[in-house]
């Protein structure tokens, strides 16, 4: 099994720019996750996932979109980039219910310039 | 809603010497999920261990355990036995089980150096 994987690793955009972070997994997991992680900070919750076609936002939705048109993709859309989205995007997925811990993809390194 | 606090941003400790990472959290749900998770420099984030709210025991995995104390809510990871590769970020989360999402909360972290 991969897991979860994320690409890029790292990505340098302009300000205005557009690009799709890829997201998959092959565990069959039904919740996926969009974070970001600011220097110092914990993780904040962007999109997330229940399963395939259904999606809700998060605490800090603005400016990105997401899709789940099958269970093991996930892709998070940058539409317009800015410099506060300048941040370490992390992927993740987990079965459902409270008990369930998450797994995590190695996260993409945006810059924002 | 939830919430998770770590209000300890860096600790140090000796190799080989046990360290206490503290986690206390508020939340209204009767049920819930509380996770432990490593975040070596390299980036990427580790699971250690869950504890249930309703386990009677204390969680443990090798030399990780958690002291769960429900009514003071606080879910604090104990490392035993300190080991260099310890050094890391560690984040507290939680899932509630009320409403059905089940969307985990995360702590904003403790950073752990470990002395040689």
């Known amino acids: 099994n991969a897991g979860v994987t994320q690409t890029p690793k790292f990505r340098i955009l302009k300000i205005g720019q557009s690009m799709t972070l890829q997201c998959t997994q092959d565990m069959n997991h039904n919740y996926m996750y969009w974070y970001r992680q600011d220097p110092g900070m914990g993780l904040k919750l962007i999109y997330y996932?229940?399963?395939?076609?259904?999606?809700d936002k998060g605490e800090v939705p603005n400016g990105y979109n997401v899709s789940r048109s099958t269970t093991e993709d996930f892709p998070l859309r940058l539409e317009l980039a800015a410099p506060s989205q300048t941040s370490v995007y992390f992927c993740?997925?987990?079965?459902?219910?409270?008990?369930?811990?998450?797994?995590f993809g190695p996260g993409t390194r945006l810059t924002v310039t | 809603a939830q919430k998770i606090t770590q209000t300890q941003p860096g600790m140090f400790v000796q190799e080989k010497e046990a360290v206490t990472l503290d986690c206390t959290y508020d939340t209204s749900d009767q049920s819930y999920g509380l996770f432990w998770y490593k975040q070596p420099s390299s980036g990427e984030m580790i699971f250690l261990i869950y504890q249930g709210s309703y386990d009677e025991q204390n969680a443990t995995e090798g030399r990780y355990s958690l002291n769960f104390q429900k009514a003071r809510k606080s879910a604090n990871l104990v490392i035993s036995a300190s080991q260099l590769g310890d050094s890391a970020m560690y984040f507290c989360a939680m899932r509630p089980l009320s409403g059905g999402s089940y969307i985990p909360t995360f702590g904003r972290g403790t950073s752990l150096i470990v002395h040689p």
């Open positions: 993740a997925s987990s079965y459902g219910g409270p008990t369930y811990e998450q797994y």
């Open positions: 996932s229940v399963g395939a076609g259904i999606t």
